[in-house]
């Protein structure tokens, strides 16, 4: 199985651990995908999905909720405004696609 965690992306939580936006799989299509949900919602209605991960991170910068994760932390959701994210890095790589 290939890695399901994002690594050129990562976020600081308020409890210091450093997590990656984590594909979910999606229960009623099977397919794997990152889950984002807009400004200010908690419904599933109200989001949207994508496999590519360079649109999930962008869209979290724009201010939609994404799932985060790592081997120890169950993947939870967050947004960049919301006060459990300290800070956000990335690699030079990701940089370079999300400025076109």
């Not at 229960?27 to 200010?40: A, E, H, P």
């Amino acid at each position: 199985m290939s890695d399901p965690y994002y690594r050129h992306f990562w976020i600081v939580s308020d409890k210091g651990k450093t997590l990656f936006p984590k594909l979910m799989r999606n229960k009623d299509t099977g397919v794997s995908r990152y889950q984002l949900l807009g400004k200010g919602s908690n419904k599933k209605e109200d989001g949207d999905e994508t496999v590519d991960p360079v649109a999930a991170v962008g869209r979290f910068l724009d201010g939609e909720s994404l799932r985060f994760g790592n081997e120890t932390e169950t993947a939870n959701r967050f947004d960049v405004a919301g006060g459990h994210v300290l800070q956000f890095g990335m690699t030079p790589e990701l940089w370079e696609k999300l400025k076109r």
